[in-house]
Each structure stands twice: as structure tokens, then as C-alpha cells.
């Protein structure tokens, strides 16, 4: 069954500091990956994807996440954390064998708390 | 542009009564998706309209739910009764085109709590 698995519920880190947030992945064939951000009393936010071409894919707000095919992993990273980067971050793929959907698969989700 | 808008933001109700959310998409997005977060799980997909056609509903729980987007324009995701596991963020996204690789734009969420 394909799926996503964000396995830190909350990823703490200070102001400054590189952040990596993980994702990992299981879908048949090549994957569409996709990482979007909510911040508190706002809606998902795209933030960037991965379709095909250079593995490290640059995003919004100085993010970026690295593709990993053989480790099936895309985690999020950012080289100096903001305090208002504390936010609830959410892995996605797109469902392969959905047909014309082109719906996504969440994960559940990884708090990121940045203190100042 | 405008963005997807959800009304309500947030709406509570007793268990066995009705709730109406309704999704405005942006302008000229065919498809239109309904999405929901069970608190502390991942986000899962519910529906899928093109326009005004179901295309997919493989997701939406049981029949208590119903969705209906008349029109090919806004949407609105009804619950009648209500259960207490109904309670969540409910989600609604649009997108212009049909491809893998399109961006969803999702909107705010509606939170649904049932006592």
C-alpha cells in the first residue's frame, strides 16, 4: 500500500541552526513528492515538490528538500532556522494508483518548534 | 487571485445534528478536492469533483456524508448526523489542471467539533 511516514511528531530547534524534517515514502513507480506548511490559523501552504530531474529541489522561504531514491526518503531542510519557521510541516506523495485523481497521500505531520 | 475560501472557520455542534461546510475554489480551478484531518493523524482525501462531476469519492467514510458542487462553482460537504468521530479539519483544495505534477492550493480548513 503506498504511503508516507513523517516519523518525528515534533522536531525542536534553535534559531540559527540547520533543520532537516524527514519523510519517507512507499508508492509504486517514480514518485511525485510534495511538502506543504501550515502555520497556525492559516491553510496548507505549498511549499515545493519533486517531479523528476536534480535531486535537491529549492522551495519557498530559503527551503529546500532532498530526493533520495534508494533510502525512498525526501526530507526538508533549511541551513538556519527562523523562529518564524515554527510551523506544522506535511509530507505528500501522489497516489500512483488513483487512477485520474491525481490525489495526495499525507503524512501526519511533524511540529517544528524554533526557539529564539 | 482569490484564494479557496471556507466558511465556516470553525463550527460546533451536538451529535445527530447537521453541518453544511462550503469550499469557494478559485476562479476557473475544475477540480475541486475535499480533504480531512482527524486530530493528530495524517490529512486524508475524501472527494474529488471536475467540475460538477464526482470524479472520485472513494474516500468520503460513510453515507452520512454528502457533497455536492452544483454548477461546476462552489462546493458544499454536508454531514447529517453528525457522530462524535466526525470531528476534525476538513479541508478543501482546487487545481487548474489534471497533472501529477500540479499544485494543490488548499484552503484555510473548516474545524468541525462534535459533542
Known amino acids: 500500500a503506498q504511503s508516507v511516514a513523517q516519523p518525528e511528531d515534533q522536531v525542536n530547534v534553535a534559531e540559527g541552526n540547520p533543520l532537516t524534517v524527514k519523510c519517507t515514502y512507499s508508492?509504486?513507480?517514480?514518485?511525485?513528492l510534495f511538502w506543504y506548511v501550515q502555520y497556525p490559523n492559516r491553510g496548507l501552504q505549498f511549499l515545493l515538490k519533486?517531479?523528476?530531474?536534480?535531486?535537491l529541489v529549492k522551495g519557498s522561504y530559503g527551503f529546500e528538500a532532498e530526493f533520495n531514491k534508494s533510502q525512498t526518503s525526501f526530507h526538508l531542510k533549511k541551513p538556519s532556522a527562523l523562529v518564524s519557521d515554527s510551523a506544522l510541516y506535511f509530507c505528500a506523495v501522489r497516489d500512483m494508483d488513483g487512477g485520474a485523481t491525481n490525489k495526495l497521500i499525507f503524512g501526519t505531520g511533524t511540529l517544528l518548534a524554533v526557539q529564539p | 487571485e482569490a484564494g479557496v475560501t471556507q466558511f465556516p472557520s470553525h463550527s460546533v455542534i451536538e451529535k445527530g445534528q447537521t453541518v453544511t461546510l462550503r469550499c469557494d475554489p478559485i476562479s476557473g480551478h475544475d477540480n475541486l478536492y475535499w480533504y480531512r484531518r482527524v486530530m493528530g493523524k495524517e490529512i486524508k482525501f475524501l472527494l474529488h469533483?471536475?467540475?460538477?462531476?464526482?470524479?472520485?469519492e472513494s474516500g468520503m467514510p460513510n453515507n452520512r456524508f454528502l457533497a455536492e458542487r452544483t454548477g461546476g462553482t462552489y462546493s458544499t460537504l454536508k454531514v447529517q448526523p453528525a457522530e462524535l468521530e466526525d470531528s476534525g479539519v476538513y479541508f478543501c483544495?482546487?487545481?487548474?489542471?489534471?497533472?501529477?505534477?500540479?499544485?494543490?492550493?488548499f484552503g484555510a480548513g473548516s474545524r468541525l467539533t462534535v459533542l
Open positions: 469533483f471536475v467540475k460538477e462531476s464526482k470524479q472520485d
Open positions: 483544495a482546487s487545481s487548474q489542471q489534471l497533472s501529477g505534477a500540479n499544485v494543490l492550493t
Open positions: 519533486y517531479i523528476t530531474g536534480d535531486n
Open positions: 508508492v509504486s513507480g517514480n514518485p511525485y
